[in-house]
């Protein structure tokens, strides 16, 4: 089994994936970045820098980076996949037969993958033919500008065999990033899919010129929203009040970092997702993939999600962001 002192790979240099094999590199952790791009892999090792996501922080020396999945995953203990949440089967259909055997792999996307509306290590168990008790996941307020600057903050690593998420805390803990552990995974990874869709409605309001008490409703109604659907998935209530949940639920709705945020705020001043998009630099929000498939999974067990419904009408341009602010605002009285 894997252990905190072993060899790690990030299959992944977005944002997320090189800031967390930035934290894995100051624990101390032996660490390989894989890129899509040469480049990219050529930037990190020669000059230590990511000019496209993450161009103002230096990284550290020992940070390796290549363009080769192969080379990067030879002989780890652990595998981390920063590969967003629509991408990640195709990708493992790739990497599946280079997976060590007994490797921890650990999940860092956040969403429903689309059609099978599989929790990401349910992906992972699947397509990469894992067992699901060395799949961990990584989930909190973890907004990646603020920790590659070093900013303090927590995070959960979420494992059914208790051992290997102890081993990943070990692995990334810093002095700025603190990570504990929890065996609920299926409550880590709603938490973190759901509140991507929760963002998106308080950008929404946001931009419709709505203040902080709007936020605030929307949020702590979300967050029961997120409870009631992971609690009938199997998960446990008492995860949602934590970290991966209201903690990142609060990141994500209030901070001007967010994308699902700032996409939301798009929509809330009236565009429609193709010019959200180009508004924002041409990146959709994950929100806007998994409203759909999280929709469809609340719809499959009886859980009531109006918020989470209200977004995706507006994503699919069924409705304006003003009209399901009326009607969430003008919902039947009831006890909370």
């Known amino acids: 089994m894997s252990t905190a002192d072993g060899r790690y790979a990030v299959l992944g240099a977005g944002s997320w994936g090189t800031t967390f094999a930035k934290v894995l590199a100051d624990?101390?952790?032996?660490?390989?970045?894989?890129?899509?791009r040469q480049e990219v892999a050529d930037a990190i090792s020669e000059k230590h820098l990511n000019p496209e996501y993450l161009p103002d922080v230096v990284l550290p020396d020992r940070l390796r980076a290549t363009h080769d999945a192969e080379a990067a995953l030879d002989g780890v203990s652990t595998v981390v996949l920063a590969i967003p949440a629509q991408k990640l089967r195709a990708h493992l259909d790739d990497?599946?037969?280079?997976?060590?055997?007994?490797?921890?792999?650990?999940?860092l996307a956040k969403g429903v993958e689309m059609g099978t509306l599989k929790r990401m290590s349910e992906v992972v168990a699947d397509a990469g033919a894992v067992d699901p008790h060395r799949i961990a996941v990584v989930s909190g307020p973890n907004l990646a500008g603020e920790i590659a600057a070093e900013q303090p903050t927590a995070t959960v690593v979420a494992?059914?065999?208790?051992?290997?998420a102890v081993a990943v805390q070990h692995a990334c803990?810093?002095?700025?990033?603190?990570?504990?552990?929890?065996?609920?995974?299926?409550?880590?990874?709603?938490?973190?899919a759901c509140k991507n869709v929760i963002a998106l409605a308080c950008g929404m309001a946001a931009g419709l010129g709505y203040g902080d008490?709007?936020?605030?409703s929307l949020i702590t109604r979300g967050l029961a929203e997120i409870s009631r659907l992971t609690v009938a998935l199997g998960g446990q209530a008492l995860?949602?009040?934590?970290?991966?949940?209201?903690?990142?639920?609060v990141a994500t709705c209030s901070s001007p970092l967010s994308r699902n945020r700032r996409f939301g705020a798009s929509l809330g001043k009236g565009m429609s997702v193709a010019e959200a998009e180009e508004a924002n630099h041409?990146?959709?929000?994950?929100?806007?993939?998994?409203?759909?498939?999280?929709?469809?999974?609340?719809?499959?067990?009886?859980?009531?999600?109006?918020?989470?419904?209200?977004?995706?009408?507006?994503?699919?341009?069924?409705?304006?962001?003003?009209?399901?602010?009326?009607?969430?605002?003008?919902?039947?009285?009831?006890?909370?």
């Open 282 to 336: 041409g990146q959709v929000a994950e929100g806007v993939k998994s409203c759909e498939a999280i929709g469809e999974l609340a719809r499959r067990h009886e859980v009531d999600t109006p918020i989470v419904d209200a977004v995706r009408r507006v994503c699919a341009g069924d409705v304006s962001a003003r009209d399901v602010g009326d009607e969430l605002i003008n919902r039947e009285r009831k006890p909370e």
């Open 159 to 164: 494992c059914s065999d208790h051992d290997r």
């Open 27 to 36: 624990a101390g952790t032996d660490v390989c970045l894989w890129a899509r």
């Open 173 to 192: 803990s810093t002095g700025y990033f603190k990570p504990y552990t929890n065996v609920d995974v299926i409550g880590c990874e709603l938490g973190g």
């Open 95 to 107: 990497w599946r037969s280079h997976l060590p055997r007994d490797a921890t792999v650990v999940s």
């Open 239 to 249: 995860t949602l009040a934590g970290l991966a949940g209201m903690g990142d639920l």
């Open 213 to 216: 008490n709007t936020t605030a």
